[in-house]
């Protein structure tokens, strides 16, 4: 009779772990919490380049830093904040207990992955998305721009703010023109 309990345990543990192995697993190497965001940096995004790729002018004192990962913390707080109120400010939308997450993979490839189970995602190739039910922007690394990530804080915010949300088209005009005055703001428009 012991042995039978035994045998179950075992299969049980062994199901567990087979369960655990088949889920996506990543490992965040640096997670920074901000008023309005936590921000998880995936292995290879290093929080100095990911700072230096979203610099939009006035949002980042890069000038000012040294080589200390506190400082280059900080930095990347207050310009993700700044970014999200100047979001706010070009949608004339005041959020003020507003808490996201914005995840930052590698590649296209890794944020792809990450988002391919949820049916709320048509397009594929996507280098960043916002996904409502997750309350989540998944952002590409090798991508990131201050533009790209404003335009998916512009989705965050509208899908916060209005009680029914706008349709889709009405949403991508509000995020284009919020992305398109982040880059005229700091100079990146063609």
């Known amino acids: 009779?012991?042995?039978?309990?035994?045998?179950?345990?075992?299969?049980?543990?062994?199901?567990w772990l087979i369960v655990f192995s088949l889920l996506p697993f990543t490992c965040f190497a640096e997670t920074i919490e901000t008023k309005y965001f936590t921000v998880s940096?995936?292995?290879g995004c290093s929080p100095s380049s990911f700072a230096q790729k979203i610099n939009a002018t006035g949002l980042f004192r890069l000038d000012a830093l040294?080589?200390?990962?506190?400082?280059i913390r900080s930095v990347i707080k207050d310009g993700i904040d700044s970014l999200f109120l100047e979001v706010c400010d070009a949608l004339d939308i005041g959020l003020k207990s507003y808490r996201g997450r914005i995840i930052v993979y590698p590649d296209i490839v890794e944020v792809n992955k990450a988002i391919s189970g949820d049916s709320q995602i048509i397009e594929a190739s996507l280098p960043s998305v916002y996904i409502p039910s997750h309350n989540t922007i998944y952002i590409s690394f090798n991508d990131a721009t201050a533009g790209m990530l404003a335009h998916e804080m512009a989705h965050a915010v509208i899908s916060t703010f209005f009680v029914v949300a706008p349709p889709p088209k009405v949403q991508e005009i509000l995020a284009g023109y919020v992305e398109y005055s982040i880059r005229k703001k700091t100079g990146s428009l063609p």
């Open 1 to 15: 009779m012991k042995k039978i309990k035994n045998n179950k345990k075992n299969k049980s543990t062994f199901l």
């Open 41 to 43: 940096l995936c292995d």
């Open 66 to 71: 040294s080589k200390n990962d506190s400082d």
